[in-house]
Each structure stands twice: as C-alpha cells, then as structure tokens.
C-alpha cells in the first residue's frame, strides 16, 4: 500500500504523465525512422534531462523506450524497413499483409500486442525487482568489483562480433573512466592541465557521440530510405475472434521477453525472433508463417515491448544494463545521483513507484497515441534524408551545449561520435566501452577499498563467496564466448577451404 501511496502522489504531484506522453510521443516517432535505434532516440532525448526533476526525467527515458520498440514496426509493416533491429522480425508477415491490402489490420495487430507485452512485462518488473535487489544487500566491496567485472564480460561475450573486440571496447571504457580526480586520494590525472577534465569525461556526452553522432554519420554516407505509401494508413484493430486467434502467440512472445529481458546482453532483436520461430514451431498452421499470418507480428511485437519493462529488472536490482538502452537509462539515473541497486528502493522508494506509475501511464497512453501518430510517422519517413539528418544533427549540438555551456563538450562529443564511427566499420560493439565507463568507479572504488582492508592482499576477492561465484561465473562466460569464437573460425575456414576445392575441381 505504501508503494501504491508513492506512484500516486507521483502522478499528482510532479509531471510523470506529461513526461510518459511526451515519451511515448518522441519515441514512436523516433523509432519510426530507420537507422535510428530506441538508444538512439534516448540518447538525443538525454542531454535535455539534465535540469528536470529525477522522476520525469526517467520516466520520459523509459517511455521513450516504450514508444521506440513499437515506432520501429510502422515502416517495417508499410515499407519493410524496419525502424528498429526488433522490427525486422514484424517486417517479414507484417509486409506481406501490407502487400494483400491489409496494412491497416497489421498495424492494428502490432499496437494491440505491443500494449499488451508491456503491460505483462510491467507486471513482472513491479513484482519482481526489489525481491531482486534485496539480494544485493549481501554484498561487500568484493562483491561489487566482481559484479562490475561480470557485468563487463557479460557484455562483452555477447556483443556482435569476437570476443576480443568487445573485451578491448569494455578496456577502453573503464580507461576513460580513470580520467579525472582519483576517488580515493583526490589526485588530478590524464587531465592533461585541463580544468574541464577535472571532473572526468561525463559519460553522457561519450553516449550521445557514440550511439546519436556516429549513426548519424554512417547514415549520411547510405542511400535515401524507402518512402511510404499513404494507402491503408488507418490502424484497424482486431476483432475478438482474431484476439482468441494470437493469444497463444502473444504468450510466447511476453514468455520469452520475460527472459531475455533479465539477461544482460540480450535485448529485444533476440527475443523477437525467437518468439516469431516459437509461434511458428507452435502454430496449428506454421506454413503460413511469411505469407501473411497474423501471429508473426503478435509474437515479435509482445516480446520487443515486454522486454523494454523487464529490461530495467537488472538494472534497477544490480546497476547491470542489459542493452544499449538501458545503458542510456543508468547514465540518466546516476547524472541525477541515483545509484541502482537495494539502496535505491531504501532510499528513494518515492522514486523507484514513481517510475512505476510513469510506465504504466506510457504503456496504457501507447495505445491511444499508436492510434493517433500513425499519420505524422508516414510524413517524417517521407521527408528528405539531408533534411531530417541536419535537423537531428542541431538537436545533439544544441543538447549538449545547454548542459554546461561549454564549447569543451561539444569536442569530447564530437570525438566520441568520430571514435563510434570507426568502431562501426570495424566491428567494435559499443555496449562493452559504455558499460566500462558507467562502472568504472563502481570497479575502481570497490577494488581499491577491498585491498584497504588486507593490506594489499588480493585473497580477499577469493574468501569472499558471493565474490568468488562471480568471479567464476565471469570466467565461464569469457571462457565459453572465446571456445565460441574458436569453433565458428575453424567452421568458417573449413567452409571456404571446401569451397576452394570445389572450384578447382571444374578445372582439373
């Protein structure tokens, strides 16, 4: 009851409803172009949060979020570009439908189940999530060091690409974190004689660089987007005799969002496509899966919004995100000076159901603003690309310069922006180097406390048990990722060597 007590007078007496309809709103929009991501989105939104109150200012990240994963299925039902990488999964029979005449009864279907995963997904967050974090009570400085090492291997075993990219991306993440005053001692170093590195390189002007600018620079080098047609432009929802037909695929997928939304590393674009593989696997008629079937876009969309509430389960319990979105939403709790974890439910209880009650306003207002945006979506998909590029552009600029006022971040921006566009071509993830940031002093601080207390010892990290168990777990998942990594090499090797023999073969 006294939670109950917490979201209302959130919603009563601060801005949360303003500030989950505003998200939901730049959110749809945003995750209606293509190319530009749900962090994305986030990202550019970041700087502008900086002097709100902490409550609206995470409620219009998340809701944010929330609008995004369903954004991303309007151009991947009407022009087969999805939004979002979640959405490829909707684009295959959310297209098809488009192309027999009944774009307007898909867009309808995906609304319907992208409401109904997130209110399933808020449910498990509100349920689960301080149980969770209470666990954390238990933890040392030992423990907190190895939980920021498990969160960064994590990470960086499942990140696209090998192994050691991401390892050497979340390096280069806790490198920068070091820049800045010592946390201990108050020694200045890697300042370079510059005041404004006194204070360290905040982590949200490496954010917006590396997710917004970089984007922004690979897109400017792709052709123009495909444009959308304005035919069946009308969301047509479904009657109840189809609601009874997807309610098994809409299981799936809020099952599977459930899950991947725990796991770190996992994100949405995995939970979409299994959950559409599962509804096919389930399916009384599987093959009319990629000719039109309705439960391709059920599944997919039930799982991409579920997972954008069970997402913030880790983060919220242990500070850990799981995606890039979610890492947007830790570097926006801790620029307000709220560290994740049991301590936060101890301390800010007002805050933590406050953000309840701003996402359960966002996934119920979803469903009205998904009827009413549909139309504004089309029209921004359909301006030019120079055009809407630049004016994206001048929101980073302008966001970032009214933080501090402070030509210095601009340039720090602008660098992370040129560093993430050759991250880019060369295969780098991002998710490891933001995480490593976030959590370097959580590592450093609790790594060096720890030693304080045995002089210098490091058995301490080894006696501790919850300490030792992830330190373990950490290794199995390097250990693992790289036997991975090993196996698909020799695979890949062996594929082109028969390959080459194969060519050779005609000519002998």
Same mark, same amino acid.
């Given at each position: 009851?006294?939670?109950?007590?917490?979201?209302?007078?959130?919603?009563?007496?601060?801005?949360?409803?303003?500030?989950?309809?505003?998200?939901?709103?730049?959110?749809?929009l945003?995750?209606?172009?293509?190319?530009?991501?749900?962090?994305?989105?986030?990202?550019?939104?970041?700087?502008?949060t900086?002097?709100?109150?902490?409550?609206?200012?995470?409620?219009?990240?998340?809701?944010?979020?929330v609008?995004?994963?369903?954004g991303?299925?309007?151009?991947?039902?009407?022009?087969?570009?999805?939004?979002?990488?979640?959405?490829a999964?909707? !684009?295959?029979?959310?297209?098809?439908?488009?192309?027999?005449?009944?774009?307007?009864?898909?867009?309808?279907?995906?609304?319907?189940?992208?409401?109904?995963?997130?209110?399933?997904?808020?449910?498990?967050?509100?349920?689960?999530?301080?149980?969770?974090?209470?666990?954390? +009570?238990?933890? !040392?400085?030992?423990?907190?060091?190895?939980?920021?090492?498990?969160? %960064?291997?994590?990470?960086?075993? +499942?990140?696209?690409?090998?192994?050691?990219?991401?390892?050497?991306?979340?390096?280069?993440?806790?490198?920068?974190?070091?820049?800045?005053?010592?946390?201990?001692?108050?020694?200045?170093?890697?300042?370079?004689?510059?005041?404004?590195? +006194?204070?360290?390189?905040?982590?949200?002007?490496?954010?917006?660089?590396l997710?917004?600018?970089?984007?922004?620079?690979?897109?400017?080098?792709?052709?123009?987007?495909?444009?959308?047609?304005?035919t069946? !432009?009308?969301?047509?929802?479904?009657?109840?005799?189809n609601?009874?037909?997807?309610?098994?695929?809409?299981?799936?997928?809020?099952?599977?969002?459930?899950?991947?939304?725990?796991?770190?590393?996992?994100?949405g674009?995995?939970?979409?496509?299994?959950?559409?593989?599962e509804?096919r696997?389930?399916?009384?008629?599987?093959?009319?899966?990629?000719?039109?079937?309705?439960?391709?876009?059920?599944?997919?969309?039930?799982?991409?919004?579920?997972?954008?509430?069970?997402?913030?389960?880790?983060?919220?319990? $242990?500070?850990?995100?799981g995606?890039n979105?979610?890492?947007?939403?830790?570097?926006?709790?801790?620029?307000?000076?709220?560290?994740?974890?049991?301590?936060?439910?101890?301390?800010?209880?007002?805050?933590?159901?406050?953000? $309840?009650?701003?996402?359960?306003?966002?996934?119920?207002?979803? $469903?009205?603003?998904?009827?009413?945006?549909?139309?504004?979506a089309i029209?921004?998909?359909?301006?030019?690309?120079?055009?809407?590029?630049?004016?994206?552009?001048?929101?980073?600029?302008?966001?970032?310069?009214?933080?501090?006022?402070?030509?210095?971040?601009?340039?720090?921006?602008?660098?992370?922006?040129?560093?993430?566009?050759?991250?880019?071509?060369?295969?780098?993830?991002?998710?490891?180097?933001? +995480?490593?940031?976030?959590?370097?002093?959580? %590592?450093?601080?609790?790594?060096?406390?720890?030693?304080?207390?045995?002089?210098? @010892?490091?058995?301490?990290?080894?006696? @501790?048990?919850?300490?030792?168990?992830l330190?373990?777990?950490?290794?199995?998942?390097?250990?693992?990722?790289?036997?991975? @990594?090993?196996?698909?090499?020799?695979?890949?090797?062996?594929?082109?060597?028969?390959?080459?023999?194969?060519?050779q073969?005609?000519?002998q």
């Amino acid at each position: 009851m006294e939670g109950l007590g917490y979201a209302w007078q959130a919603l009563t007496t601060t801005p949360v409803v303003f500030a989950a309809v505003g998200g939901v709103v730049w959110g749809i929009l945003g995750g209606a172009l293509p190319g530009i991501s749900p962090s994305i989105t986030m990202a550019l939104l970041l700087p502008f949060t900086y002097g709100m109150d902490p409550i609206p200012a995470i409620v219009l990240l998340a809701s944010t979020y929330v609008g995004a994963e369903y954004g991303g299925s309007i151009p991947a039902i009407l022009i087969r570009t999805p939004g979002t990488n979640a959405a490829a999964a909707t !684009s295959v029979d959310g297209y098809e439908m488009q192309k027999q005449g009944r774009g307007g009864e898909a867009l309808g279907i995906s609304l319907v189940s992208g409401v109904t995963g997130g209110f399933i997904g808020l449910s498990f967050l509100v349920l689960f999530t301080e149980p969770l974090a209470s666990v954390a +009570l238990a933890f !040392s400085f030992p423990a907190y060091f190895s939980l920021g090492i498990l969160g %960064i291997s994590v990470i960086a075993s +499942l990140s696209t690409g090998s192994l050691v990219k991401g390892l050497m991306a979340g390096v280069a993440g806790l490198m920068i974190a070091t820049v800045g005053t010592d946390p201990l001692s108050g020694v200045s170093r890697y300042t370079f004689h510059q005041a404004e590195l +006194l204070g360290g390189i905040e982590f949200i002007l490496v954010m917006v660089g590396l997710f917004a600018v970089s984007e922004l620079l690979v897109q400017a080098g792709r052709p123009e987007w495909r444009k959308a047609e304005h035919t069946q !432009s009308r969301i047509r929802l479904p009657s109840f005799r189809n609601w009874r037909r997807l309610w098994k695929a809409q299981g799936i997928g809020s099952g599977i969002g459930i899950f991947e939304g725990c796991m770190p590393g996992a994100g949405g674009s995995i939970a979409a496509f299994m959950s559409y593989n599962e509804a096919r696997r389930w399916s009384k008629e599987p093959e009319k899966f990629g000719k039109g079937a309705p439960e391709g876009i059920a599944a997919p969309e039930c799982a991409n919004n579920t997972v954008a509430s069970t997402a913030l389960v880790p983060l919220l319990s $242990f500070g850990i995100p799981g995606s890039n979105s979610t890492a947007i939403l830790l570097g926006g709790l801790l620029i307000h000076g709220l560290q994740p974890g049991p301590l936060l439910f101890d301390r800010n209880p007002d805050f933590v159901y406050g953000l $309840f009650s701003g996402l359960a306003v966002a996934n119920l207002s979803l $469903f009205f603003i998904g009827m009413a945006v549909l139309t504004p979506a089309i029209w921004l998909v359909n301006r030019p690309k120079p055009y809407l590029l630049a004016c994206i552009y001048a929101l980073v600029l302008s966001g970032i310069y009214s933080i501090n006022h402070s030509l210095f971040d601009l340039y720090i921006m602008l660098g992370a922006g040129a560093v993430g566009y050759f991250m880019r071509l060369l295969g780098f993830p991002f998710l490891p180097m933001v +995480l490593g940031l976030v959590l370097g002093y959580l %590592i450093e601080a609790n790594y060096r406390r720890a030693l304080q207390l045995t002089d210098g @010892d490091h058995i301490i990290f080894i006696e @501790d048990p919850i300490s030792l168990g992830l330190l373990i777990a950490a290794a199995v998942f390097v250990i693992g990722s790289a036997a991975r @990594d090993i196996h698909m090499a020799k695979r890949e090797a062996r594929r082109k060597a028969e390959e080459r023999l194969a060519s050779q073969e005609p000519g002998q």
